[in-house]
């Protein structure tokens, strides 16, 4: 490529000046986009007094486990962890099978009303009820305030299928063909052939519903408030927030005042459930980035 | 007919598969539609839909006639534009300086770091931007550093910045990840053009202009075009919970003039109606852009 060219020629002055200046908004970029996060673990890090007297930049400066002691230690956010990991892991299991499931069928070129059933689904992505009437099914269906209203809503996304469909639609036929004419029924062929084949693109769309489920808030903010048993990391993140921006300063609703010490302020507790709240994804984003960039390229052109 | 009987029965596993996925469609994306007409009565949840009275566009002339719904209106198309706007701009400059790196180590660790923020769920990085532009916070801090203010600029707390806060939570959210599509835009460009560029003499920045720009122009086009038409569906926390107070004039978008007249007022057929008004112009946004970009020779979006 242009690299290629490039090193056989002498660098002239205005290439490394260029080169200069390009590393340095580089280098920029890169302190804009970590140093808040790295910012928050620092002060999650430090003596909530001390966070308080301000300057706390890369490091704690007196160095504190009390935040992160408290936030465990609070039956609530007990509670929300585990409600946001069990309906993540719910949502990531059932969205894969359900968008796989109707890719497949999609895919099927000899499926009778195969062009009135894919607009079936396209339409939902481009009409939606709205906030009040979803709101009054939710309702209806009994899902207020109930477990299953982190992940039966959710279920079909026509998105992921569009994108599970135009990959399973370049795997070659000669695949399934084979497998037919041997007596194996469509099932199988899902199941056995298809399926196994589809592994990069699972893997990608797994990944979009497991993010999408763990950052989720609004459901529970509308549907399932005012059930302290179903909150989420997220909600709770939001309460937080949403309180310490209505007062001008820190101040947590849930943590009540006797808890609110020496030893913890509301800013050391959000600076703690930031990252309790962002850990998972941190941990496993730098690895499955390729497939987050797969996905999303063959999203934009096939979607 | 019965070639095609015979071949429906063959078939008979695929629709096992398929039908209770259509149920379910139909129960959460469909039927809820009906709800619709609670926008044309004066709804009461006692009566039920049978039992409203019916008010015909009672509800959207006054929606038409609210100076609050007006300012709603504003507030998010200025932000969605702004956004649009920006994060456009800024995601190509980036994807340009990117493929100017020489450091391929460098590079990555510089696009993984971009990404980061577009995984943070929207509440996470609705604090940090809050962190960030607080009094004490690290942009105030850059600023009295360098000497551009004498005293820390209250970004939070003022009319005026509001609209730029929020653009800047986008632009700080999604700009490394907007940027993949057009880094792969410009790996798709045949390198022989640069080669030619650079025969004819052409310097690092005209090469950008003339050959790296018109090369990804199309998939500029194509998603500025799919962007607009979802420019009603801006992002919802920024707006909610920093636009608080003082702010609501600026801050107040459709989703949250829904929300407040739907759950805290409790005026159900006025928040369907303003629903409902945003969901047909988001169509007709989204088709025309469509049927546009087809016009203009672009690769259809749907």
Known sequence: ?303 | MKDKLKRLAGQKVLYFMIVPCMIYTFIFSYYPLSGWIMAFQKYRPAKGYAGSEFVGFDQFIFLFTDSEFWKAMRNTLAMSLMNLFFGTVLAIIFALLLNELRMQGFKKFTQTASYLPHFLSWIIVTSLVADMLASDGMVNQLLMGIGLTKSPILFLGDEKYFWWVATFANVWKETGWNSIIYIAAITGIDPTMYEAAELDGAGRFKKMWHVTIPGIKSTIVVLLIMNLGWVLNTSFEVPYLLGTGMLQDVSQTIDIFVLKYGMSIGNYSLATAAGIFKSVISLILVFGTNAFANRLGESSLM
């Not at chain 1, 906030?131 to 477990?147: A, G, M, V």
């Not at chain 1, 005012?226 to 709770?236: A, R, V, W």
């Not at chain 1, 310490?244 to 009540?256: C, N, P, Y």
């Not at chain 1, 850990?279 to 096939?302: D, E």
Request: charged share 15%.
């Open chain 1, 1 to 303: 490529m242009a690299v290629a060219v490039k090193r056989h020629r002498k660098l002239k002055p205005g290439d490394v000046i260029f080169r200069l200046v390009n590393g340095l908004i580089m280098l920029a970029t890169i302190v804009v986009m970590i140093y808040p996060f790295w910012n928050t673990i620092a002060i999650s890090f430090n003596d909530a007094q001390d966070t308080l007297r301000g300057g706390i930049t890369l490091f704690p400066r007196v160095f504190s486990t009390y935040s992160y002691e408290t936030v465990f230690k609070n039956d609530l956010m007990l509670t929300a962890a585990i409600n946001s990991v069990v309906r993540t892991l719910l949502s990531t299991v059932l969205g894969v099978a359900v968008s796989a499931l109707i890719a497949y069928v999609l895919s099927r070129r000899e499926l009778i009303g195969r062009r009135f059933i894919t607009a079936y689904f396209l339409v939902t992505m481009y009409i939606s009820a709205g906030l009040i009437p979803t709101y009054f099914l939710i309702k209806d269906l009994h899902l207020l305030n109930n477990f299953l209203v982190y992940v039966i809503p959710g279920l079909v996304s026509v998105f992921n299928v569009i994108v599970v469909k135009s990959f399973m639609q370049e795997l070659p036929d000669s695949l399934t063909e084979a497998a037919m004419v041997d007596g194996a029924g469509y099932f199988r062929c899902f199941w056995q052939i298809v399926l196994p084949c589809c592994k990069p693109v699972l893997a990608t769309v797994a990944l979009w519903c497991a993010v999408g489920a763990w950052n989720q808030w609004f459901d529970t903010f509308l549907y399932a408030s005012s059930k302290e048993s179903l909150t989420t990391l997220q909600y709770e993140m939001m309460k937080l927030l949403s309180s310490s921006m209505q007062t001008g300063r820190d101040e947590s609703s849930i943590f009540g005042s006797d808890q609110v010490t020496n030893t913890v302020t509301p800013a050391s507790i959000r600076a703690a459930v930031t990252i309790v709240a962002s850990v998972p994804i941190l941990v496993v984003y730098p690895f499955l980035q390729k497939y987050f960039v797969k996905g999303v390229t063959l999203g934009a052109v096939k979607g």
